[in-house]
């Protein structure tokens, strides 16, 4: 148990995170989201950091990425200069409570973040009517593109998903999931640092990771209730994953590198038994690209451009499932696959 909770503080503190959960006591005002050139505005008035890779062709696709946990829009720096190169434009913006926000380390439900992603969805949409959008999840942001398209009726190409953050946690760890619970309420603010608990390696580029790790506008430490809440979202996550099970009006890449220490791989091999989801991995509609040598921050990795690469070409042409040697015989290679996680081994 003691192991469980301590190896669970420090996977939040590699992928994030400082709280102090109190949403209904920021002042909001209700406006017009939009996008300018630093922010993007949501409608109740809150100001997000917005970054825009924009590449110098006419470009036909656009990325919508959503970072992961303690991270913020710059994450996806190296991915969209790469996709730049290829006349693919690429926009982030900073989730409320993470990277230069004001209210950074402050938790926000879900909601919020679900909401503030179809607002900028729809803000693209508009500006590029002829465009092809597509939404990339990183980790959490996996989480939480997966719960937006089960809640929003929203018209995308393709949905990219990276190492995503979805597990059963407070199913499959009930009374752990009440304890998180109980302590995110009685002691929402200790911070704590996880720091030396545990061994885990998140990527294999380590110059990558030395810049991380000094970024003052990633966050390094964690709470109970920053915990609570993330656990909350990767439980109703993988809940949604049923959006699946079914014929889509979009193609969905899952990109899962293996050597992942953060997200543990169990909850994603019991999603990929269900019939009809692996009746659409062969229909092609769910290209599943499994990545023996990778870790968690797999568009960081050393190798991190390749899988970029192929990302690209799948924006492409999504038949590439068929030929490209990540995507095949990708539902066998991720059930034989060493587990890296330790919950995995338990």
Known sequence: MLVKISFLLTIILLVGCAIVSNKNSFVTRKTDPNIDKSFFTSSDGYQHFVEHWKSDENS?????????????????????????????????????GFGRDTNKGVWFDKEFHIKDVYEFFKIIEKKYPSKKIFILGESMGGAIAISLLKEKNINIEGLILVAPAIWDFKEQNFFLSKFLYIFSRLFPDISL?????????PSDNNKML???SEDENVIHKSSLSSLYGVVDLMSDAYKNTSIFEKTLNFNTLII???KDY?????????????QFIKRNIELNNICLGVYEENYHMILRDIEGERITREIKEWVADSDVCD?????SNSLSRIEESKNYHILDKN
Do not use: C, Q, T, W
């Not at 640092?193 to 390696?201: D, F, R």
């Not at 030929?323 to 995507?327: A, D, G, T, V």
């Open 60 to 96: 036909d696709v656009v990325i919508i990425g959503i970072h992961g946990y303690s991270d913020y829009s710059n994450s996806f720096d190296l991915p969209a200069n790469f996709l730049n190169k290829f006349s693919i434009d690429f926009y982030a913006f900073d989730l409320r």
């Open 210 to 212: 030395k810049e991380f």
């Open 262 to 274: 953060i997200v543990p791989r169990r909850p994603i091999k019991e999603m990929l038994k269900n």
């Open 323 to 327: 030929y490209l040697y990540s995507f």
């Open 256 to 258: 899962l590198p293996i």
């Open 193 to 201: 640092s996880g720091k030396n608990l545990i061994k885990v390696i």
